[in-house]
């Protein structure tokens, strides 16, 4: 065990610190403290460079996603000495006020303590820090049925919601010395788009939103044999994440028919392929709306040039571009890109992201 957290610590220093420009000695001095440390106590600590930069290759590496070229714009919050549940709260707080930056979305993270002889410090339950719920009823689901377990997990903790489509979630923290809590999200702190469409007047009156920040937080970052369980960290919107899949997947909102009635499009057969006009329109209309409120937001054509970009820039540096092709290929037009027409290696390169 030992043994291998030694390997991965000197294989994450040597790169860091060649790209941070560091000396041969200087590479050769922290290998030995850290080698010294990780004898001494089973684990060593990053320093805030190690740390800012190992989360900025952890989003590099990240192989599910086509935004990766911002990679080195990641704005690292290092929130190691924050323990009780009142703090993670404010810092998260703090995290969604600087990332949403009056709708000039900063790509975003922050690192809470890392797991230490199997404690986890810190813990979130949400899967990200803004997010709608979802409420089973007679009638159905009314929210976000991706949402339906953990609302009524919060609501066994004793949050209550409206009860209408668009409620925002609590945080739920934990910690290691204290049981789950739940901290209502402010709406003043969540920023928020009408989703509406220029030749459609009908779309404003389904009275569909979404929210401009998106959060992960239920996913490990681990950096040179180290474990982050907490590290919330979040980039801007693709359109499509929101008009392809969170608002037209009838597992989520299912609005296509809506969407459809709503600009005038006749639904009588699949064969008029009413549910692909009604996917471009809610799509665009994610696109207007978020512009039009000056909130950060790529179409994914744009997206998929950005990441061929990336492969560049990769190249020129002589770093193998790793990705998920499942993944990358944008939900809609894939074969417009080129992504559709490549191959991508899917080996998980380290630092990275983790499911947990």
Same mark, same amino acid.
């Given at each position: 065990?030992?043994?291998?957290?030694?390997?991965?610590?000197?294989?994450?220093?040597?790169?860091?610190?060649?790209?941070?420009?560091?000396?041969?000695?200087?590479?050769?001095?922290?290998?030995?403290?850290?080698?010294?440390?990780?004898?001494?106590?089973?684990s060593? %600590?990053h320093?805030?460079e190690?740390l800012t930069?190992?989360?900025?290759?952890?989003?590099?590496?990240?192989?599910?996603c *086509?935004?990766?070229?911002?990679?080195?714009?990641?704005s690292?919050?290092d929130?190691?000495?924050?323990? %009780?549940?009142?703090q993670?709260?404010? %810092?998260?707080?703090?995290?969604?006020?600087?990332?949403?930056? /009056?709708?000039k979305?900063?790509?975003?993270?922050?690192i809470?303590?890392p797991?230490?002889e199997?404690?986890?410090p810190?813990?979130?339950?949400?899967?990200?820090?803004?997010?709608?719920?979802?409420?089973?009823?007679?009638?159905?689901?009314?929210?976000?049925?991706?949402?339906?377990?953990?609302?009524a997990?919060?609501?066994s903790?004793?949050?209550?919601?409206v009860?209408?489509?668009?409620?925002?979630?609590?945080?739920? *923290?934990?910690t290691?010395?204290?049981?789950?809590?739940?901290?209502?999200l402010?709406?003043?702190?969540?920023?928020e788009?009408?989703?509406?469409?220029?030749?459609?007047?009908g779309?404003?009156?389904?009275?569909?939103?979404?929210?401009?920040?998106?959060?992960?937080?239920?996913?490990l970052?681990?950096?040179g044999?180290?474990?982050?369980?907490?590290?919330?960290?979040n980039?801007?919107y693709?359109g499509?994440?929101?008009?392809?899949?969170?608002?037209?997947?009838?597992?989520?909102?299912?609005?296509?028919?809506a969407?459809? /009635?709503?600009?005038?499009?006749?639904?009588?057969? #699949?064969a008029?392929?009413?549910?692909?006009e009604?996917?471009?329109?809610?799509?665009?209309?994610?696109?207007?709306s978020?512009?039009?409120?000056?909130?950060?937001?790529v179409?994914?054509?744009?997206?998929?040039?950005?990441?061929k970009?990336?492969?560049?820039?990769?190249?020129?540096?002589?770093r193998?571009?790793?990705?998920?092709?499942?993944?990358l290929?944008?939900?809609?037009?894939?074969?417009?890109?080129?992504?559709f027409h490549?191959?991508y290696? #899917?080996?998980?390169?380290s630092?990275?992201?983790h499911?947990?």
């Amino acid at each position: 065990m030992m043994d291998n957290l030694k390997q991965q610590a000197r294989s994450f220093i040597e790169q860091c610190y060649h790209e941070l420009g560091k000396s041969p000695e200087a590479i050769a001095s922290r290998w030995i403290a850290i080698e010294e440390e990780i004898v001494k106590t089973g684990s060593y %600590t990053h320093t805030s460079e190690e740390l800012t930069h190992g989360a900025k290759m952890a989003w590099r590496n990240a192989n599910k996603c *086509i935004g990766r070229l911002f990679w080195d714009s990641l704005s690292v919050i290092d929130a190691r000495d924050h323990f %009780t549940c009142e703090q993670v709260h404010q %810092t998260l707080v703090e995290h969604i006020r600087f990332a949403t930056n /009056d709708g000039k979305i900063k790509p975003t993270i922050t690192i809470f303590a890392p797991r230490k002889e199997g404690e986890v410090p810190v813990t979130l339950y949400n899967h990200q820090l803004i997010r709608y719920a979802g409420y089973q009823t007679e009638k159905g689901v009314i929210g976000d049925p991706h949402s339906l377990h953990f609302t009524a997990y919060c609501e066994s903790l004793g949050w209550k919601g409206v009860g209408t489509e668009f409620d925002l979630l609590p945080l739920v *923290i934990a910690t290691a010395q204290e049981a789950p809590q739940w901290f209502e999200l402010a709406p003043d702190i969540v920023k928020e788009v009408r989703i509406r469409h220029a030749k459609y007047p009908g779309m404003k009156d389904l009275n569909l939103k979404w929210y401009a920040v998106p959060a992960i937080a239920d996913m490990l970052l681990e950096i040179g044999g180290i474990e982050y369980p907490a590290a919330p960290f979040n980039g801007w919107y693709m359109g499509t994440e929101i008009g392809a899949r969170n608002l037209a997947d009838e597992a989520r909102y299912n609005k296509l028919a809506a969407v459809a /009635d709503a600009a005038g499009i006749e639904r009588g057969s #699949n064969a008029s392929l009413w549910k692909d006009e009604a996917l471009v329109i809610l799509n665009q209309a994610v696109l207007q709306s978020f512009q039009e409120d000056g909130v950060s937001i790529v179409d994914h054509h744009t997206a998929a040039h950005q990441f061929k970009q990336f492969q560049k820039n990769e190249c020129q540096t002589g770093r193998p571009v790793t990705g998920d092709w499942t993944w990358l290929i944008p939900p809609v037009s894939p074969a417009t890109t080129h992504i559709f027409h490549e191959d991508y290696d #899917n080996t998980i390169v380290s630092p990275n992201f983790h499911y947990k």
